[in-house]
C-alpha cells in the first residue's frame, strides 16, 4: 500500500529531476521495444514449432498432415498450422489467440491428452473448424489457393468438373475438401462394414425353410452345382431368393427377376423396366435353359425393348441370407444419411425415380469412403425408395419416415 | 518528495522519480495494453461464440 501511495504521489507531479527530452525519448523505445516483442509474441505463436509444443497436436494432427499434399509437393511450399487456422484479420487473429486459452486450458487438465479422447473429441473440434471455415468461404486457403488462378485446362477432369462450377459460385473449399489435413474423424469413416458384418453375422444363425423369401445379406456367388465348385455368377445384396433344397454347407436358391430379351440377358433385374440389379450371371449359364427358364414376356413402351420375366435356379453358400429386407434398409439409410450429408444434406430416397439413382449416385459415391458392397447395398435401398416405389405400402414404414 | 529542501531527501526522491518513470514504462503500460488488447480478443471471441457467430469474410 505503501509502495502504492508514495508512486502515486511522485507520477502526480511534474518531474523535477528527470527532463521531458529523456522521458520522451525513453517512452518512444520503450514503445519500439514493446512494439516490436509484442509481434513478435504473435508470430511465435503462429509458428509450427510452437503449435506442436503440446504433444496433443504433435502426436495426432501433425503425423497425419505429413502424409498430405500440404507437407510435400512438387511446388516446394508448405502449408504451416496456421496458414489454414488463424485468420490474417487483425481482429479475428486476435479473438482466436485468446480463444486459445481455451486449448491452453484443456492442455493443463488433459482434455485430449491421449489419442482415445483424442479421437473421441475430433468430430467436435473438425466441426468448430468447418463453421469458421464455412463462415469465412475457407479464406484460409484461399490465401494460397485463387479460384481465378485455376487453369481448368490442367486439371484433372473429375476435378475440373467439380471445381468449375464450384468457383462459378464462389463455393467455400471445405464444402468438398473436408479432411484434406488430417484424418477425419472416425464417425465419418464408418464405411458400413462393421454394419454388414452384423447383418452377416445375423444371417449365418437364420436356418433356411422353404417357401419363404430370403434376403441376401452379402453378395454372394452363385455355382452351377451343390459342391460349389463351377461359378456362374453372383447374386447382389438384399435381393429376394426362396431356398429350394440345401445340401451340406449349400443352399439352391430361386432367383426371381427380369431380365432384358436382348443379348445375353446376363443381368437380372428387381423389377420389369427397372435397372435395379439382381444377379448377374456369365454367358453361357444366362443362355442355359436348365438353369434360367422364362415365365413371361413384356415389352418396354418406354425403351421398346422387350423383357422377359425369369427364375434362375442356382447354388450358393449357406447362412448368407435374411428373413426380412428392414435391417438390410435400416442399416443402408443409416449409411446413407452419415456418408451423403457430409456436403449437402441428402437428398430423399423418393427424389429420384429408380433408373435415375445410379448415375445420380455413381457421380457422388467417391466423395465417400463406402466400399463396394456398401454401394450396392445403399443404391439399391436408394432405387427400391425411389419415386417408383414410395407409393407402394411396403415401404411407408420403414424407419426412414421416423428418422425425419 | 514532501520535502525537496534537504539534500538527502533529493537525493531518494531523484531515485523514486527514476524507480517509478522505469515501472511504469516496463510494467504498467506494456501490461495494460497486453490487457486492454486480450481484452478486447476475448469479448470478440465471446461475441462470436454467443452472438456473430464465427468470423465471415473481412470480419
Request: proline share 4%; net charge negative; glycine share 8%.
Amino acid at each position: 500500500m505503501k509502495i502504492i501511495s508514495t508512486l502515486w504521489n511522485t507520477l502526480k507531479r511534474p518531474p523535477v529531476h528527470i527532463s521531458l527530452g529523456v522521458i520522451i525519448i525513453v517512452s518512444f523505445i520503450a514503445g519500439v521495444i514493446f512494439w516490436g516483442g509484442f509481434n513478435t509474441a504473435m508470430e511465435v505463436t503462429n509458428t509450427e514449432k510452437f503449435c506442436v509444443s503440446c504433444h496433443e497436436m504433435e502426436d495426432n494432427v501433425y503425423q497425419e498432415l505429413q502424409e498430405t499434399v500440404h507437407w510435400s509437393n512438387r511446388s516446394g511450399v508448405r502449408a504451416i498450422c496456421s496458414d489454414c487456422h488463424v485468420p490474417h484479420e487483425w481482429t479475428a487473429k486476435i479473438a482466436r489467440k485468446m480463444q486459445a486459452s481455451k486449448e491452453v486450458w484443456g492442455a493443463i487438465f488433459g482434455t485430449i491428452n491421449t489419442p482415445e479422447k483424442f479421437e473421441g473429441k475430433r468430430l467436435e473440434l473438425a466441426q468448430h473448424e468447418w463453421a469458421r471455415f464455412d463462415a469465412n468461404g475457407s479464406q484460409e486457403c484461399r490465401n494460397c489457393h485463387d479460384y481465378d488462378s485455376m487453369d481448368w485446362e490442367l486439371m484433372s477432369d473429375k476435378a475440373r468438373r467439380f471445381m468449375k462450377p464450384a468457383a462459378e459460385r464462389d463455393q467455400s473449399c471445405l464444402n468438398c475438401h473436408k479432411g484434406i489435413a488430417h484424418h477425419l474423424p472416425e464417425e465419418m469413416n464408418k464405411g458400413g462394414n462393421p454394419l454388414l458384418a452384423d447383418l452377416l453375422n445375423d444371417a449365418t444363425s437364420v436356418s433356411a425353410n422353404k417357401d419363404t423369401p430370403y434376403y441376401s445379406a452379402e453378395s454372394v456367388d452363385l455355382y452351377r452345382d451343390a459342391e460349389l465348385t463351377e461359378l456362374v455368377g453372383h447374386l447382389t445384396i438384399a435381393t429376394e431368393v426362396a431356398v429350394l433344397e440345401t445340401q451340406g454347407g449349400s443352399v439352391k436358391l430361386e432367383i426371381p427377376g427380369w431380365r432384358k430379351e436382348k443379348g445375353f440377358g446376363r443381368v437380372f433385374y428387381e423389377d420389369f423396366g427397372q435397372n435395379i440389379t439382381n444377379a448377374v450371371l456369365d454367358k453361357d449359364a444366362a443362355q442355359d435353359e436348365s438353369l434360367v427358364a422364362t415365365r413371361e414376356r413384356k415389352e418396354d413402351d418406354l425403351t421398346g425393348l422387350p423383357w422377359a420375366k425369369v427364375t434362375a435356379e442356382l447354388w450358393a453358400k449357406k447362412g448368407a441370407y435374411l428373413k426380412g429386407r428392414d435391417a438390410l434398409w435400416d442399416t443402408a439409410s443409416e449409411i446413407y444419411h452419415d456418408g451423403c450429408s457430409v456436403c449437402h444434406s441428402e437428398p430423399d430416397p423418393e427424389h429420384f425415380d429408380a433408373n435415375t439413382w445410379p448415375a445420380m449416385f455413381s457421380g457422388m459415391v467417391g466423395f465417400t469412403n463406402m466400399d463396394g458392397p456398401t454401394q450396392s447395398l445403399v443404391l439399391k435401398y436408394l432405387q427400391k425408395h425411389s419415386s417408383d416405389y414410395v407409393d407402394d405400402g411396403q415401404n411407408v414404414d420403414d424407419g426412414q419416415a421416423a428418422e425425419r | 518528495m514532501a520535502d525537496t529542501n534537504s539534500r538527502q531527501e533529493t537525493g531518494s526522491s531523484k531515485l523514486r522519480e527514476w524507480m517509478a518513470f522505469l515501472f511504469v514504462i516496463a510494467v504498467v503500460v506494456p501490461v495494460l495494453s497486453v490487457a486492454v488488447v486480450g481484452g478486447y480478443g476475448f469479448i470478440v471471441w465471446m461475441l462470436q461464440v454467443f452472438v456473430l457467430g464465427p468470423p465471415g469474410h473481412g470480419g
